[in-house]
């Protein structure tokens, strides 16, 4: 009885969440993970930490790049990918429920990384918000990459 007490204790230890918050955009993560301070993470809104990743988002004004305007979340993502390189050549754009995204190997220092990038749209804002994992636990957390990309609200400031 003492081991249930103690596993149950534990999990909801390790189950805390917090959600981080920034202008009109919000994800709940677990506790673990830290964000960044202000200096050094232009250009995203959002930087956060943990021990086996990175989650960052970057928010694109339709009203101060005027080229965005016109596109819808699809025309966003193809045109994202149409004037981007990629470390294999080529990112595919995939849907899964309601999530845009795309996936990418990603080589920082010479250590691989693998990152989940997800496509927002709210309002006059494009949003990409980057889950980048070193690649020796990507699979690992892919379910849950997942999970905490539907958890990403939007609401007015």
Same mark, same amino acid.
């Given at each position: +009885?003492? /081991?249930? =007490?103690?596993? =149950?204790?534990?999990?909801?230890?390790?189950?805390?969440?917090?959600?981080?918050?920034?202008?009109?955009? !919000?994800?709940?993560?677990?506790?673990?993970?830290?964000?960044? !301070?202000? !200096?050094?993470?232009?250009? /995203?809104?959002?930087?956060?930490?943990?021990?086996?990743?990175?989650?960052?988002?970057?928010? +694109? !004004?339709?009203?101060?790049?005027? *080229?965005?305007?016109?596109?819808?979340?699809?025309?966003?993502?193809?045109?994202?990918?149409?004037?981007?390189?990629?470390?294999?050549?080529?990112?595919? =754009?995939?849907?899964?429920?309601?999530? +845009?995204? /795309? *996936?990418?190997?990603?080589?920082?220092?010479?250590?691989?990384?693998?990152?989940?990038? %997800? +496509?927002?749209?709210?309002?006059?804002? %494009?949003? =990409?918000?980057?889950?980048?994992?070193? %690649?020796?636990?990507?699979?690992?957390?892919?379910?849950?990459?997942?999970?905490?990309? *539907?958890?990403?609200? %939007?609401?007015?400031?």
């Amino acid at each position: +009885l003492a /081991f249930v =007490i103690c596993f =149950i204790a534990y999990k909801a230890l390790i189950d805390e969440e917090e959600t981080f918050s920034a202008k009109e955009m !919000s994800i709940t993560l677990p506790e673990e993970f830290v964000a960044a !301070s202000e !200096s050094g993470t232009a250009p /995203f809104e959002l930087y956060l930490t943990s021990r086996d990743m990175v989650v960052c988002a970057e928010r +694109l !004004s339709t009203t101060e790049v005027t *080229e965005l305007a016109l596109l819808d979340l699809h025309g966003f993502a193809a045109s994202l990918l149409a004037n981007n390189t990629f470390e294999d050549g080529e990112a595919a =754009i995939q849907s899964r429920g309601d999530l +845009l995204y /795309f *996936e990418t190997p990603n080589k920082v220092a010479g250590t691989e990384y693998h990152c989940f990038v %997800f +496509l927002f749209k709210y309002e006059h804002t %494009f949003w =990409i918000v980057q889950f980048n994992l070193h %690649f020796t636990v990507a699979q690992e957390y892919r379910d849950q990459v997942f999970d905490w990309a *539907e958890s990403i609200t %939007f609401e007015s400031e």
